[in-house]
């Protein structure tokens, strides 16, 4: 009896061990971060009209590149990491239609666009080159980009870029950033499925109220105007030219030629009258 009662007793002192231990072993494990998407928009917002650092970065190709190598034009910037096998290939693809309807709206050359992979260091450029190919990206503005993973903080805080890690890969705000031919963050645009009016409003914006170069030629004069005088149609989700703007811009001219002509012959009226 006394064995029977030594041996229950270890089995008892065994199970309380056990289970003691297994609260212990849960909470040794940590748990899952979760992104605040309040939060993140905000540190987004807060960066606009800031400049980020001046970093270097690897294209495609291996080749170090400065984000600085792309000011004098628009810049879209958008985060993604290659080991994201459904999000970051679905909105890089929409992103690509918006793209390919704004360059129909204002010229591919008149921007650029880059993808950074985040995921050092496993977004080399060789990750991002295969990115690009299964995702059909071949436009001549479109570069994707790789940074060393010591700049990885820095970089995307500049960009007001939030992410945490979690078991399925990152949670992070899906955005793109757009950038001034200044280099400065001119806006923060966000959704999983963006169209071409998200990106072609701010463009529009950005670009209207880009400074005329010093030496205008016709080229530079006929791209503003379009910009001018096209519209976002909802109902084929692309831009399409208001004519109606045409005729606007046309009376406004012929009238202001009209007013010109008018106050220069009175004021050469004037000018004899007082010779007389």
Not at 210 to 233: M, Q
């Amino acid at each position: 009896m006394r064995v029977l009662s030594t041996v229950r007793a270890g089995l008892l002192l065994t199970f309380i061990v056990g289970t003691l231990g297994m609260p212990a072993a849960a909470a040794s494990t940590p748990a899952e971060s979760v992104l605040d998407r309040a939060e993140a928009i905000r540190i987004s917002q807060a960066v606009i009209g800031q400049q980020p650092a001046n970093f270097t970065l690897l294209d495609r190709r291996g080749k170090p590149v400065r984000l600085s190598d792309y000011r004098g034009k628009p810049l879209l910037v958008s985060f993604i990491y290659t080991g994201c096998f459904q999000v970051c290939p679905t909105t890089t693809r929409m992103l690509h239609e918006a793209v390919q309807d704004l360059g129909r709206l204002v010229g591919f050359d008149k921007f650029n666009v880059v993808s950074i992979g985040f995921n050092q260091p496993f977004d080399a450029p060789e990750a991002m080159r295969a990115f690009a190919t299964q995702n059909g990206i071949a436009a001549s503005n479109w570069e994707f980009l790789s940074p060393h993973r010591s700049i990885v903080e820095p970089l995307t805080r500049d960009f007001g870029f939030s992410y945490v890690a979690n078991a399925a890969g990152f949670d992070h705000v899906l955005s793109v950033t757009l950038l001034d031919g200044e280099g400065r963050i001119y806006s923060q645009i966000y959704g999983d499925s963006l169209t071409p009016n998200q990106l072609g409003e701010p463009m529009r914006e950005l670009m209207r109220g880009a400074p005329l170069p010093p030496t205008l030629n016709l080229d530079d004069l006929i791209e503003r105007v379009k910009i001018l005088c096209t519209v976002y149609d909802p109902k084929t989700g692309q831009y399409r030219y208001d004519y109606g703007l045409f005729m606007e811009l046309a009376g406004g001219t012929m009238f202001f030629l009209f007013m010109f002509g008018y106050l220069g012959r009175e004021w050469l009226q004037q000018r004899r009258s007082r010779r007389l």
